[in-house]
């Protein structure tokens, strides 16, 4: 029995270490909560919410819970709920602005707004803006003010860089744009000043991945990064670094091969050359590394230049080399690449030959609600061009049920609109 007893205290205690570890609201009103906050001279944080408020909801039961936002917020603030609904709390809500849910706003003390956040963030966000509401942080603006008094502060250019991305997402119109001109030219400036065989860490290696996203013939950061390749793998990771330079040597051979310049098949020897560690670590079946790059090339350069049997002819050969090794995206992409060159009228001979591609990608246990449902609708369109229009029916019929299971609703109701167009064009 006392075993029992123990259990159960352990247990309770356990459940309300949980819950002390999540957001504490004051139950009362916003009057109440900032005549609490005066006395305990903490600030305030506000959450203006609406009971139809998706996001609100999922801001209170996703990152309020988690145990980092709590303990830090518990300290700081007096925390509150405030419902804009509710008739006595339109006042509130008008004298703070608020004008879109869910809206988080730090208050101080005395009631004069420190910082506000609209709509729904990841927890190291809703942090991060609290700490700059209490002088913890700097604000990028802050941070930008900063760097133009100590310009040669390499510190303070490389956490701008980094964080610039998620503030000018923030802004819009004329502001947007200026900062993005500021930020634009400040990466040059700091890999001017930082050099780039002194960027050999992770902090420094985001920034590349940020600001250095396609690769140029005459590429010096490409160049030193794939010349130095064991170096930066030991500090950062061979599975990141290969990714990246990978991802900027393909993209660029793809870009020449839709331009119709040769120069791809140059580009491509490096992939035996000085690239050759780098791409060691992917595998294609049966196919060599080089192999299966020559095949992909030859088929994006024959696909843009409308030569239709080579571009299947390589794209096959590739399949077959890759064997068991093939993936979803393997069918899908040259699909979507294929739909967009022909501005979706291909020949009949493409379109059954596509119809082959669709049935063995909707085979992938992984293909998702939405893939499975823009894979039907595709091979409901390849069906109609074939004259078969009861199966395309089938097929479309088939999207319409796999849309009903995409989370994204706006998502889920464009693909079903699309889906009925096609079934009344029938």
């Known amino acids: 029995m006392k075993k029992i007893f123990y259990m159960i205290v352990f247990l309770m205690l356990g459940t309300l270490g949980n ?3 999540q957001i504490t609201l004051f139950k009362g009103t ?38 980092e936002v709590g303990e830090f917020f518990n300290n700081r603030f007096i925390c509150v ?49 609290a700490k700059i509401a209490t ?17 040669n502060d390499l510190d303070v250019q490389q956490q701008l860089l980094i964080e610039a991305p998620a503030f000018i997402a923030t802004q819009q119109g004329y502001n947007q744009q200026k900062w993005g001109t500021r930020i634009e030219s ?35 950061i490409f160049d030193y990064l794939a010349q130095n390749y064991q170096k930066f793998a030991k500090e950062i990771g061979k599975d990141n670094v290969a990714r990246y330079l990978v991802s900027l040597n393909n993209t660029y051979i793809i870009q020449l091969c839709k331009k119709g310049d040769l120069n791809y098949k140059k580009r491509l020897e490096r992939v035996n050359g000085d690239l050759k560690d780098v791409y060691s670590e992917f595998s294609f079946g049966n196919l060599s590394v080089q192999n299966a790059l020559t095949l992909l090339a030859d088929a994006t350069y024959s696909l843009h230049r409308h030569d239709e049997n080579t571009f299947f002819k390589k794209m096959d050969a590739y399949f077959a080399g890759k064997g068991d090794k093939t993936e979803l995206n393997d069918y899908f992409q040259p699909l979507q690449d294929i739909a967009v060159v022909y501005e979706g009228k291909l020949s009949e ?3 059954r030959r596509c119809i082959n591609w669709i049935a063995k990608a909707l085979t992938f246990d992984n293909v998702g609600a939405s893939n499975r449902t823009r894979l039907l609708m595709m091979m409901g369109d390849c069906l109609k061009n074939t004259g078969d229009n009861a199966k395309a029916k089938q097929s479309y019929n088939q999207a319409f ?18 889906i009925q167009q096609s079934l009344q064009g029938l």
């Open 401 to 418: 049920l796999a849309s009903a299971q995409i989370e994204n609703k706006m998502e889920m109701q464009q693909l079903q609109q699309g």
């Open 349 to 351: 001979n493409a379109y």
């Open 186 to 220: 400040l990466f040059p400036e700091y890999l001017k000043n930082k050099k780039i065989e002194n960027m050999a860490n992770e902090a420094d290696f985001l920034v590349l991945t940020m600001y250095h996203r396609a690769a140029s013939k005459e590429d010096p």
């Open 19 to 21: 819950l002390s570890a």
């Open 81 to 129: 709920q405030v419902d804009v609904d509710t008739q006595e709390n339109k006042d509130i809500a008008k004298r703070y602005n608020v004008t879109a849910l869910p809206t988080m706003v730090f208050i101080s003390r005395v009631g004069k707004e420190l910082r506000r956040v609209q709509g729904s963030v990841p927890a190291e966000s809703l942090i991060k803006e």
């Open 30 to 67: 916003f009057d109440e909560a900032l005549k609490k906050a005066q006395q305990e001279k903490k600030d305030l944080f506000v959450d203006f919410f609406a009971e139809w408020c998706g996001p609100c909801k999922m801001m209170a039961s996703e990152v309020f819970t988690q145990k």
């Open 135 to 151: 002088g913890e942080e700097l604000s990028f603006e802050q941070l930008y003010e900063k760097y133009k008094k100590k310009k």
